[in-house]
């Protein structure tokens, strides 16, 4: 089997329980990956580890290179993509430290590069995009938590916004108008590619925060650490459970 990549956002910089074998430092036509690639086995199967912000988180979302992040997974001989990524809370279940399995997106970034399809085309390409996430791998992450007993919610519309700042009261108002349940800065264009490249994927959610207006007062970077400490500990057992299958 195809090993199955993780793309670790904020919070989740090193896998713990990755039994090394290669750091493979990659370049693709459309530019250098965020990180090298870091390939071993964890829980027994073989992984493929990306840091979305780099080995030591300094790239912001609006500056990842998500087309050579794709491009590097998929050259890679990645079949399947498992996203973690840090959101704010907007629907009331999804509360701090919580994880969530969005089936949903809605794209509110601007100015990124969007799509592998533009340049020295044979034809135009418009993939589908019904179902932005990968449902096989959706349900097994389901699957998983239930089996981990870890606190998620299996559905939700992730609303991706560009960042870096995060949002005033009002947008997440108009967010929630929009049906948007967790927000967050990465999950486009980075669907989109993995859909156009083929692949499948599928994101977890880890609730950093409420959103903004959603908590008491201002949204602190240390509030977002301590919960993203919580969450990732349950994304560990999530993926202690999704391995051995
Ligand atoms: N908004 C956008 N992105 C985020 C947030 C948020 O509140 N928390 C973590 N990533």
């Known amino acids: 089997m ?11 910089t090193r896998l713990a329980g990755l039994e090394l074998t290669e750091r493979r430092v990659v370049h693709t036509r459309w530019g250098s990956p965020s990180s090298a690639l870091l390939l071993g086995r964890l829980h027994g199967r073989e992984v493929i580890f990306l840091a979305r912000h780099g080995e030591r988180h300094t790239i912001p979302p609006h500056r990842v290179n998500y087309r050579a ?12 993509v498992l996203a973690v990524a840090a959101v704010g809370g907007i629907r009331g279940d999804l509360a701090p430290g919580r994880l969530a399995i969005p089936d949903q997106i809605i794209d509110y970034t601007h100015g990124r590069a969007q ?23 959706r349900r097994r992450l389901i699957e998983a938590a239930e089996a981990a007993g870890v606190p998620f919610s299996p559905h939700g519309t992730y609303a991706a916004t560009e960042g870096p700042r995060l949002e005033t009261a009002a ?11 967790m927000v967050g800065m990465t999950g486009m264009p980075e669907a989109a590619l993995a859909r156009e490249a083929g692949l499948c994927y599928a994101a977890c959610a880890v609730v950093a925060n409420w959103a903004a ?33």
């Open 115 to 137: 799509t592998f399809f533009e340049d020295d085309l044979e034809e135009v390409v418009h993939v589908d995009f019904t179902e932005p996430y990968c449902e096989a791998l």
């Open 171 to 181: 947008e997440i108002d108009r967010l929630e108008r929009d049906g948007c349940h």
């Open 69 to 80: 992040n794709i491009q590097a997974l998929k050259d890679a001989g990645v079949e399947r």
């Open 2 to 12: 195809a090993a199955l990549a993780i793309i670790g956002g904020t919070g989740l």
């Open 213 to 245: 207006g959603r908590g008491e007062g201002p949204i602190g970077m240390d509030e977002i650490r301590r919960n993203l400490e919580t969450g990732m500990g349950h994304v560990g057992r999530l993926l202690e459970a999704l391995m051995p299958r």
